[in-house]
């Protein structure tokens, strides 16, 4: 196996850190950390529900996503009044799977809104984003149902996100920026604590990609999804949800 620029193995994850409770007036909130892309996660509670959705059963769940102007190499602009088309994606890529593993008819007539706001972005933010909204939306939950707002934890499952790619002929796992760059095919995945997939992104920036190395991928992802939500598991371990 060839040594990538960071010196990591290439089914290697960067190093994880996920630190709870990262926001003081905050239902829930994560500091997320994957090498050099970090994160700040949160979840807020809000005592209303979509128009679609007023009188019926349930509640909702949605995110927010978005850079801070000196998260990359060069100034990103700050959004004013639309949304980004890319950012538009990634929130919604962080609402489908998040609601995934929520049981959304077990909440009362509210909405969880994640916010995710990238301070530093290495790739991979998209991958992390759901990692770390998940994180922030089951501190949330635990701190509600001991304030008995809940009576009972909407979670079904764990939830992470993971990326994958072929750089270069080789299959390699947790891409950097430096390494999305030069991608030949990169795969951002969303998957659940029993590695069921949630979702999958796929490109071939190059050359076209065979059904061998597409299930060659999916497997490293797995792989890496097992460690991050062991990675989730510790961070949130002494919570009730």
Known sequence: MSSRLDGRKPDELRPVRIETGYLKDCEGSVLI??????????????????????????????????MLPRSTAKRIPRERRTVAGRHQEIQRLIGRSLRAVCDLEALPQVT?????????????TRTAAITGSYCAFHQAVSHLLKKRVLQTSPILDFCCGVSVGIVRGEILLDLTQEEDSRADVDLNLALTGGLEMVEIQG???????????????????????????????????????
């Open 33 to 66: 950390e994957l090498g050099k892309t970090r994160l700040v996660c949160s979840a807020t509670l809000d005592e209303t529900v979509p128009p679609f959705l007023k009188g019926l059963k349930g509640g909702w769940l949605t995110a927010e996503y978005g």
């Open 112 to 124: 969880f809104i994640l916010d995710c706001d990238v301070l530093q972005a290495d790739g991979g």
């Open 203 to 241: 490109t071939a920036e190059g050359a076209p990609f065979s059904e061998e190395e597409l299930s060659r991928m999916i497997e490293l992802a797995k792989r890496g999804a097992s460690q991050l939500i062991e990675a989730e598991r510790e961070a949130l371990s002494g919570l009730l949800a």
